[in-house]
């Protein structure tokens, strides 16, 4: 799917019907400025709920709330006009019940416009997703590392390694029968995410998974360099821009004390009593 030739925002369907063409682009954003930056480029955005740690210093991803993520969706929403918006549903907010997943999913997308959820999870969460989309929720599901399982998987490790092989194949055929409409692979060996998406007939989106992926995401923040308290291995930073952001600062900071601001010639000159 071409950023350029798209007309309107694609919808989920059009997301499953790129299988096997040219690969998917998105990235995750949380402002409307940085949903302005990528609208062109990316064929789906996701409000991830990485937003916790990225924007709101939080130590993980666990600590993230609906209300956020409506808030966030809210302002993304207003950034974008060509690329399809994927919400992340945070922590505690679907893995109940499937009731309970379709009452937060449909809060989400009535309150921010989002064409689909996201949720993580594999075998377990199949009769959720299948629940959802027979009500008209789409979802994107996200196997391998999920976030939210931070404390039961013991950190932020390569899955599905070794014995875990086979069940994290059976989680992709569970979600894709379940009828999600892609999937993430966070964190999963090459060789295993190219079996997956030879396997499987939906959309494997990668993030430290495969070149081979039918797309790929990236948290925004980390490949713009603006996210510096850990950088995975995967991540390529294309700009630096904390470091550019924090040698401004500093500038401005060494202007303002020695009064070489240069504002203050032109603005204040212009302002002074004749
Ligand atoms: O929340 C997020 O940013 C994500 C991506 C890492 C896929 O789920």
Redesign the pocket.
């Known amino acids: 799917m071409s950023a350029t030739a798209k007309k309107r925002a694609p919808m989920p369907d059009d997301i499953r019907a790129a299988k096997g063409g040219t690969p998917l682009v998105s990235l995750?954003a949380y402002t409307t400025p940085m949903a302005q930056m990528m609208d062109d480029h990316c064929d789906f955005v996701?409000v991830?709920?990485?937003?916790g740690m990225v924007l709101h210093g939080l130590p993980s991803?666990l600590g993230v709330t609906m209300d956020m993520m409506v808030m966030h969706g809210q302002a993304v929403a207003r950034g974008l006009s060509r690329a399809m918006m994927v919400i992340?549903m945070p922590f505690g907010s679907y893995e109940e019940s499937p009731e309970q997943a379709f009452r937060n999913g449909a809060r989400l997308m009535a309150e921010t416009g989002a064409a689909a959820v996201?949720l993580?999870g594999g075998v377990e969460m199949a009769p959720t997703i299948a629940f959802l989309v027979k009500r008209g929720i789409p979802v994107m599901a996200?196997i391998g590392l999920t976030?939210q399982s931070i404390n039961t998987l013991g950190g932020y490790k390569v899955q599905g390694r070794g014995d875990a092989r086979g069940a994290l194949i059976a989680d992709a055929e569970a979600v894709a029968e379940a009828g999600a409409f892609a999937v993430?692979l966070?964190k999963v060996p090459q060789g295993l995410a190219d079996e997956i998406t030879a396997q499987v007939a939906i959309p494997t989106?990668g993030?430290g998974a495969s070149a081979g992926c039918d797309g790929q995401?990236?948290?925004v923040d980390d490949m713009l360099g603006l996210f510096t308290a850990f950088k995975a291995k995967f991540v390529k930073r294309y700009a630096h821009l904390g470091e550019d952001g924090a040698a401004a600062i500093a500038a401005y900071a060494e202007e303002v004390r020695a009064r070489t601001f240069p504002a203050s010639e032109h603005v204040f000159a212009d302002e002074a009593p004749k």
């Open positions: 995750t996701l991830g709920d990485s937003v991803t992340d996201k993580e996200h976030p993430v966070e989106i993030i995401i990236l948290v």
